[in-house]
């Protein structure tokens, strides 16, 4: 009897124990390579950030029409300073695997991402319907 409680326990204990002890810490490499990503996407982000009034302007006008093209130069300038803040707060703190784990700050990560048209989802909704 004892020899199966004794069994059962370790057999418990390496049950609770076994998946804690295999979890593999992080590569110094990979670490390396996370860091280095953020502190380029940094750099990119707060020399490109300028691209974000004609992007702002061509998107509003897209999806507004002509009132878009004078709102999209404000939403630009704002994204400007927005994305170069980012850019700059990426660059500093790039050693720090803040948010997440090294991920970005921003969506899209970088200016010339999220130029594709908006989906229209509301045909969609009216056919299920």
Do not use: H
Request: glycine share 10%; charged share 20%; aromatic share 8%.
């Amino acid at each position: 009897m004892k020899k199966v409680l004794l069994l059962s326990a370790f057999l418990c204990t390496f049950v609770v124990m076994g998946p804690g002890l295999a979890n593999a810490d992080q590569q110094p490499e990979m670490i390396a390579e996370k860091m280095a990503i953020k502190f380029v996407r940094g750099i990119t982000n707060t020399v490109t950030s300028i691209v974000e009034i004609p992007k702002q302007t061509i998107l509003t006008g897209r999806d507004m029409g002509p009132a878009g093209y004078v709102i999209g130069p404000i939403k630009g300038v704002g994204m400007t300073l927005y994305r170069g803040v980012v850019g700059i707060v990426e660059t500093l703190f790039c050693m720090v695997p803040q948010p997440g784990y090294y991920d970005p700050l921003i969506d899209p990560e970088y200016v010339w991402q999220g130029w594709a048209p908006k989906r229209d989802t509301a045909k969609a909704v009216e056919e299920e319907k």
